[in-house]
């Protein structure tokens, strides 16, 4: 049995563990009291920490329990500026590593956040760092990057933070992009819920798979040898066939651009990869899923496969895939570095206080007049 750590930082943060609670706790088709009687799905056993500077946030979560759920005083968050939310962080760090303290030991660890807000994004890297030096054991992260036309602060964030956290020491980053991900259709809510639940739903295959006790499956081990192939950055693909399909189809679907999390070309910017496969025995073709798997691993280098039969289930499979490089990012990074001068420019103009004080030098040595 494995112990593994989820900890969502910030709002987005916060929603995403929601949601993977949601989906442990049955999909929260039982309703709000769900948390309070159901046993969660989780062969391992799975400790959830939510942490947040804005308590309403908190406050939102529906399947976390209350004591998951950690408040750090400042105000109603620390409104998008990074550097505030590192000097909070640094102000509470004994406050809140005594939280991850209590909860024991683990096997694994995962950190949600966005890149782009002011919470995560900055608590994210410097907790990275903290529990890796008081802890042996991996600590990942699963950062969502912005919509590209959420603003300027956003994007220089999400430019800053990505690199912070690579900086961190922690053991890989896993990708998902709301702009690539946006088509998921609906309001902006809807769309969120959306891209949440598709975060959730591929952790927990992940979880599973790493403690399943079935044959060919791949372990703790193999996850951590594809995350630390590549540049340190990675993405989630995942499908689940609605009706009887060869399992080749639905591994090429885990593999294609609408089933990753983040855009890209796997069999050109992938380092290394893992995939999971999942299904009745009758949909489970050897031959077929080995044709497939070659087709990878001759383009990408290493490629190890887990087979988890599971009765009179249709395929389905995830796959994990470490990035050698990501055009993508590189797109991200040129628009948050015009982001970036477009502030600065702003800046230096309202310092040199042109226009607002050319307005009120109008009215020097004049009183008003009644
Ligand atoms: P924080 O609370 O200060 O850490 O800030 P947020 O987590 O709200 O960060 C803002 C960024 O997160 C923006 O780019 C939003 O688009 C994104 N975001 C906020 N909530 C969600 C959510 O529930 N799901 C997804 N996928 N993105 C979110």
Redesign the pocket.
């Known amino acids: 049995m494995l112990n593994i750590l989820v900890i969502g930082?910030?709002?987005?943060?916060n929603?995403?563990l929601d949601s993977i609670n949601k989906h442990a706790f049955g999909g929260g088709k039982s309703g709000k009291l769900a948390k309070f009687y159901s046993k969660q799905k989780y062969k391992s056993r799975v400790e959830t920490i939510a942490i947040?500077t804005?308590v309403n946030?908190l406050k939102e979560m529906r399947f976390t329990k209350a004591k998951d759920r950690i408040h750090i005083p400042h105000l109603h968050?620390?409104g998008?500026n990074r550097n505030i939310g590192k000097q909070v962080f640094d102000e509470k760090k004994e406050m809140i590593m005594r939280q991850i303290e209590e909860r024991g030991s683990f096997d694994i660890a995962f950190v949600l956040?966005?890149a782009?807000?002011?919470?995560?994004?900055s608590f994210t890297p410097l907790l990275v760092k903290e529990m890796k030096e008081r802890y042996d054991y991996p600590v990942y992260c699963i950062v969502?990057l912005?919509?590209r036309e959420?603003g300027t602060l956003?994007l220089q964030n999400a430019a800053f933070s990505l690199k912070d956290i690579r900086a961190s020491g922690a053991d890989g980053i896993i990708l998902?992009d709301?702009q690539y991900l946006k088509n998921i259709g609906g309001s902006i809510q809807e769309a969120?819920n959306g891209?949440?639940d598709m975060i959730a739903e591929r952790i927990l295959f992940l979880l599973d798979a790493l403690d399943s006790e079935m044959m060919m499956v791949t372990d703790l081990g193999d996850f951590k040898t594809v995350m630390s192939g590549g540049a340190g950055l990675a993405t989630i693909g995942f499908f689940r066939a609605e009706k009887e399909l060869p399992v080749k189809t639905a591994i090429q679907n885990a593999l294609s651009p609408s089933g990753l999390l983040f855009s890209t070309d796997v069999y050109d910017e992938a380092s290394r990869a893992m995939v999971i496969i999942k299904g009745d025995r009758k949909y489970l073709s050897i031959d077929d899923i080995s044709t497939e798997i070659e087709k990878l691993s001759g383009a990408v280098g290493h490629v190890f496969k887990g087979i988890v039969v599971c009765n009179g289930e249709y395929p389905q499979v995830l796959s994990v895939l470490t990035l050698e490089s990501a055009h993508e990012l590189e797109k991200l990074y040129n628009v948050a570095v015009q982001a970036i001068h477009h502030e600065k420019a702003k800046k230096q103009r309202v310092e040199e206080g042109a226009e607002v004080d050319k307005a009120f030098a109008q009215i020097d040595g004049l009183e008003p007049e009644y």
């Open positions: 930082n910030g709002q987005c943060g929603r995403i947040n804005a946030d968050g620390v998008a956040t966005s782009s807000g002011g919470t995560g994004s969502v912005p919509f959420e956003y998902a709301n969120y891209i949440n």
